[in-house]
C-alpha cells in the first residue's frame, strides 16, 4: 500500500537549518509531482512547497520561499525538504505527500526554539 516515512525533523534554534527525508513506496513515484506540507499547533495544515514529476519544477508558499528548497531523487523513491534561517513561526508537524493520493504519513514534528 501506500506510504509515506517522513525524517529529519527536530529542534533547532533560530536562524539554523534541518534537512527533511521522505521515503514513499507503494505506487510509481516518478509519475507523481511530490508536495511538503505543515501544521502548526492550533492552525490548518498549509502546503510548504511542490516539485513537479518530470521537470522538476518547483513552487512555495510565500513564508519559506527563499528559504527552503524541495529536491527529489526518483531513483531512491525520496523528497528532500532543506531548511535554512529557520524562524520559529516554522514550528511545525511536516508532512509529504502525493498531492493526487489521498495518504498521509505520520510527520516529522520541527521545532524552532532558542
Known amino acids: 500500500q501506500v506510504q509515506f516515512v517522513e525524517s529529519g525533523g527536530g529542534l533547532v534554534q533560530p536562524g539554523g537549518s534541518l534537512r527533511l527525508s521522505c521515503a514513499a513506496s507503494g505506487f510509481y513515484f516518478s509519475n507523481y509531482d511530490m508536495a511538503w506540507y505543515r501544521q502548526a499547533p492550533g492552525k490548518e495544515r498549509e502546503l510548504v512547497a511542490t516539485?513537479?514529476?518530470?521537470?522538476?519544477?518547483?513552487n512555495y508558499g510565500d513564508s519559506v520561499k527563499g528559504r527552503f528548497t524541495i529536491s527529489r531523487d526518483n531513483a531512491r523513491n525520496t523528497v528532500y525538504l532543506q531548511m535554512n534561517s529557520l524562524k520559529p513561526e516554522d514550528t511545525a508537524v511536516y508532512y509529504c505527500r502525493a498531492p493526487k493520493i489521498g495518504v498521509w504519513g505520520q510527520g516529522t514534528q520541527v521545532t524552532v526554539s532558542s
Open positions: 516539485i513537479i514529476r518530470w521537470s522538476g519544477s518547483t
